[in-house]
């Protein structure tokens, strides 16, 4: 896995925090609102994180896995339960 190195656009995470940031966005049930919650970091933040952080080939399915995702919007989620 590449090395997470924040830059003066990004949040800065410990190890740990960054461990469970992408633990919470691999789960198809976390929503993203869930993370900002825990985290204080927005959808787009972790998508950036979750750019700079996996393989290339990891980020992408990861995209399209949860690109337009009911779950990982709490509202959406909401709204169709």
Avoid at 22 to 51: G, H, S, Y
């Amino acid at each position: 896995m590449p090395k997470f190195v924040p830059n003066s656009k990004s949040p800065h995470f410990n190890k740990s925090d960054l461990s469970r940031i992408i633990e919470m966005a691999w789960d198809d049930k976390t929503p993203f609102e869930a993370i900002k919650l825990n985290f204080q970091c927005t959808e787009r933040e972790v998508i950036n994180l979750m750019k700079m952080t996996l393989k290339r080939g990891s980020y992408k399915k990861w995209r399209q896995r949860v690109k337009g995702r009911k779950a990982k919007h709490l509202r959406k989620s909401q709204l169709h339960a």
